[in-house]
Nanobody
Framework: QVQLVESGGGLVQAGDSLRLSCAASGRSFSSYAMAWFRQSPGKERDFVAV???????YFIESANGRFTIFRDNAKKTLYLQMNNLKPEDTAVYYC??????????????WGRGTQVTVSS
């Protein structure tokens, strides 16, 4: 069992940066792929980025060059550094633990989310 708690969201202006954190409790954090998803009102939960247990990463195209995902296994924490934020990045951001990939339903554990709002 893994519990996940996100933090770091907020209201920022376009071009600003935010760092989201996801603190995990429970066992075997390092064995899970850890991912960020986001969901806007009325839309599906979309994949943003994943970092696998071996450290390999994958992003959606719109995040490439702006977002960085990394994990600290000793602290059991996942991060998402978001730079040059755009209004279209506005969403609730969720962290998830599971086997990896870009499909939400394959992830076993989810946090409750943190709101990111980017004003133009």
């Amino acid at each position: 069992q893994v519990q996940l708690v996100e933090s770091g969201g907020g209201l920022v202006q376009a071009g600003d940066s935010l760092r989201l954190s996801c603190a995990a409790s429970g066992r075997s954090f390092s064995s899970y792929a850890m991912a960020w998803f986001r969901q806007s009102p009325g839309k599906e939960r979309d994949f943003v980025a994943v970092v696998n247990g071996d450290g390999s990463v994958y992003f959606i195209e719109s995040a490439n060059g702006r977002f960085t995902i990394f994990r600290d296994n000793a602290k059991k924490t996942l991060y998402l550094q978001m730079n040059n934020l755009k209004p279209e990045d506005t969403a609730v951001y969720y962290c998830a633990a599971g086997v990896g990939g870009t499909i939400a339903k394959v992830y076993d554990y989810w946090g409750r989310g943190t709101q990111v709002t980017v004003s133009s």
